[in-house]
Nanobody, 115 residues
Framework: QVQLVESGGGWVQPGGSLRLSCAASGRIFSINTMGWYRQAPGNQRELVAS????????YYRDFVKGRFTISRDNRKNTVYLQMNDLKVEDTAVYYCNFRPDPVSWGQGTQVTVSS
């Protein structure tokens, strides 16, 4: 059974940084594109960034370009999201999942940006 466990969220002031981690198990990790998503209260879940299985190709939504960096360590079956210059509007629960065929969603990790 595939499991995704996100961690690293927390509270931070605007302009601060956080590094999220997502550990995957139960599926061959290195051949799969992975994505980070987020869902703010009252909003649909949206893609934030993605990374190819090799880690060579990355994609970012415009609203995080230049601030967030996605990376992965296939030896550890883990994908990361480095978030810098956080804004209040980045507040959300962050999730990871495979792309294009997601599995059951994990519990996510809460990121709260406020002063």
């Amino acid at each position: 059974q595939v499991q995704l466990v996100e961690s690293g969220g927390g509270w931070v002031q605007p302009g601060g940084s956080l590094r999220l981690s997502c550990a995957a198990s139960g599926r061959i990790f290195s051949i799969n594109t992975m994505g980070w998503y987020r869902q703010a209260p009252g909003n649909q879940r949206e893609l934030v960034a993605s990374i190819s299985g090799s880690g060579i190709t990355t994609y970012y939504r415009d609203f995080v370009k230049g601030r967030f960096t996605i990376s992965r360590d296939n030896r550890k079956n883990t994908v990361y999201l480095q978030m810098n210059d956080l804004k209040v509007e980045d507040t959300a629960v962050y999730y990871c999942n495979f792309r294009p065929d997601p599995v059951s969603w994990g519990q996510g990790t809460q990121v709260t940006v406020s002063s």
